[in-house]
């Protein structure tokens, strides 16, 4: 059945193009055309569905620039500890959590989403924290970052860490005055520990993956991504696309490091989507987190006596590797980089390896979060080719913890207005579950760049509400290699539409998180209905 959508404002997300009054989509689920009802008139079939929008605003759905789809839901099954304010608050939840899913004796307790610049001190959990709502249980709590996280004696125990365990490469364990591990765990450590967590069942990861997507869609989401994939989750998500489960277009990125080969022995999804599931390219890490000071900088943080810049995962030489690896087979590399350390080794690589004889390859590769990159450096990825996808609600949420790990360095975190004026096109994420993928809240953050605390950062890298728009339509399409298929309202695109209760470009900016989405459209139909 055909849909006409009018009596409201249509952004189409194309530069130059005149604001249509009404929008048709045909009944194959892609725009049929755009224009004055009149104009549309004679394409309108008798059954054809009138919505008339009331004044509301009718635009593409919104395209996750980053995110870990199957990670996020599985934080859906576990103790969140986000906004806590105390270690007796972790406690407190992860003791409920316990009783309401009556663990027996040596069942593992996790929770995740705590945030250690919001405790007294700013100060970890301890492994004596911990045990003492342990019980016969081991315990693991993972800061909001994803990066880091605390542990008690018992699971320390079953990992096999002890005072005469060595930090990994890439990683630091904790340790009381005697060298003894304390219970927290840096990047590599905690990861390793983290694979000591039995997974839930198949049937419950696909239900919470249900789950995680409703989520997506009633923030207007339509394309997600799935960040850093490796079999197990390629074999989850395989199952809800071959099943039909899946309700949003999902973009994996497989783990070069890690995952090799796994790209290559699925190459049915590398051809695009099948039942809305496709394999993007490749993703690799290369620093760790600023709000818990494993970025990697070229400077110290403040305050670091001993000059501590943070650390990188990789040497030089494996990341020219793991770049070479993907252009040589022609494959879209995403590449973490917090720190302006880490970006640098990640543009230094891309350089070499496109003199090797990929200068004109068109491949996208994409600086996910770039949260201290520098203005000389975006000079350098324009001419290398390399987007930045920009966690720019860090402004908000870690802003105030910015400023006393960096400094001046905090006023220019997701330097936004700077990537527009090189004409550089870029994408927005929240890096979900560090933050529910809320694309409104970003949009707020993104033009008023203002902290917790009501400081403002650099308002030279605020961006108009319609640039912000970009990075999470037309742009996002762009780097998913999908700007003929989504991203704007054109005639013959897919009809993923997501309509709002207020205009964000007629909306006073510090009233943008006040936009409701009302529904979210994927192809054509309804997929999420608000009140």
Known sequence: MQTLYYNGTILTMEEGTPQPEALLVGEDGRIQALGSRSSLADLVNPDCRRVDLGGRTLLPGFI?????????????????LSGAGSVGEILR???????????????WLVGFGYDHNLLAGGEHPTRQDLDRVAGEHPVMVTHASGHMGA?????????????????????????????????????????????????????????????????????????????????GELVL??????????????????????????????????????????IGGYKIFLDGSPQGRTAWLTQP??????????????????????????????????????????AEQFITAVEAVRREGFQKADLRPVMVHAQTVRVDQLDRMRAA????????????????????????????????RSTVRRGMPFTLHQDSPVLPPD???????????????????????????????????????????????????????RADLVILSQNPLTTPLDALRGIRVLETIKDGKTVYQGE
């Open 64 to 80: 996750d620039g980053h995110s870990h789809f199957t990670s996020y839901a599985n934080t859906l099954g576990l103790a969140d």
């Open 93 to 107: 939840r992860l003791e409920d959590f316990a009783k309401e899913q009556d663990l027996a004796p040596g069942d």
């Open 151 to 231: 542990v008690n004696t018992r699971a320390l125990a079953l990992a096999g860490i002890t005072a005469s365990t060595q930090d990994p490469q890439g990683g630091v364990i904790g340790r009381e005055a005697g060298g003894a591990p304390n219970g927290y765990l840096e990047e590599a450590a905690f990861m390793a520990v983290g694979r000591q967590v039995p997974p839930p069942s198949p049937q419950r990861v696909l239900a919470l993956l249900d789950q995680a997507q409703d989520i997506y869609l009633r923030h207007g989401i339509t394309t997600v991504q799935e960040g850093l994939t490796g079999q």
């Open 237 to 278: 998500l395989k199952q809800m696309a071959q099943a039909g489960c899946l309700r949003v277009d999902v973009a994996a990125y497989v783990d070069l490091d890690k995952a090799p080969n796994l790209a290559q022995e699925n190459p049915a999804y590398l051809m695009g989507y099948r039942q809305g599931l496709k």
């Open 301 to 342: 943080y403040e305050g670091a006596e001993d000059g501590y810049r943070g650390y990188p995962i990789h040497t030089d030489e494996r990341v020219a590797e793991l770049v070479r690896t993907a252009f040589s087979q022609g494959r879209q590399l995403l590449c973490h980089c917090n720190g302006d350390a880490a």
């Open 385 to 416: 080719g390399i987007l930045p996808s920009y966690f720019v609600a860090h402004t908000y949420y870690w802003g105030d913890v910015h400023l006393q790990n960096l400094g001046r360095r905090a006023e220019t975190i997701s330097p936004l």
């Open 439 to 493: 694309m409104i809240d970003t949009l707020w953050c993104a033009v008023n760049r203002r902290t917790r605390a009501g400081a403002l950062l650099s308002q030279e890298e605020a961006v108009t509400p319609y640039q912000a728009l970009l990075g999470i339509t037309a742009y996002g399409a762009y780097q998913y290699f999908e700007e003929g298929e989504k991203g704007t309202l054109q005639t013959g695109k």
